[in-house]
């Protein structure tokens, strides 16, 4: 069956930089688009970063474009998200998605996704 299996956050100040990971199994990882998601406190969730199956295509959401940068490794079958500059307001839960398909295009909203890990807490405070 599909795993998604995070790890990488915790308490940062604000400014300074996390890497998150997303360790997949079940599925044939390189023929999926995959994204992370994000839920603050008392908040709905919010699609952050999707990466297309092949990695070479991106996209971000504009509130972390410039910051957030979203890698994979198809050998490893791996997924990264390396966050810098953050912010209190980057703090969340952040998951790892398995996209419906192989494309970052169609994989920008929510209703994208069809499988997600257990979440990973990123907590941004002095």
């Known amino acids: 069956q599909v795993q998604l299996v995070e790890s990488g956050g915790g308490l940062v100040q604000p400014g300074g930089s996390l890497r998150l990971s997303c360790a997949a199994s079940?599925?044939?990882?390189?023929?999926?688009?995959m994204g992370w998601i994000r839920q603050a406190p008392g908040k709905g969730l919010e699609w952050v970063s999707v990466v297309n199956s092949g990695g070479g295509t991106t996209a971000y959401a504009n509130s972390v474009k410039g910051r957030f940068t979203i890698s994979r490794d198809n050998a490893q079958n791996t997924l990264s998200l390396q966050m810098n500059s953050l912010r209190p307001e980057d703090t969340a839960v952040y998951y790892c998605?398995?996209?419906?398909?192989?494309?970052?295009?169609?994989?920008?909203?929510?209703?994208?996704?069809?499988?997600w890990g257990q979440g990973t807490q990123v907590t941004v405070s002095s």
């Open positions: 079940g599925f044939t990882f390189s023929s999926y688009a």
């Open positions: 998605a398995k996209s419906r398909t192989a494309y970052a295009v169609n994989s920008q909203s929510i209703s994208g996704y069809d499988y």
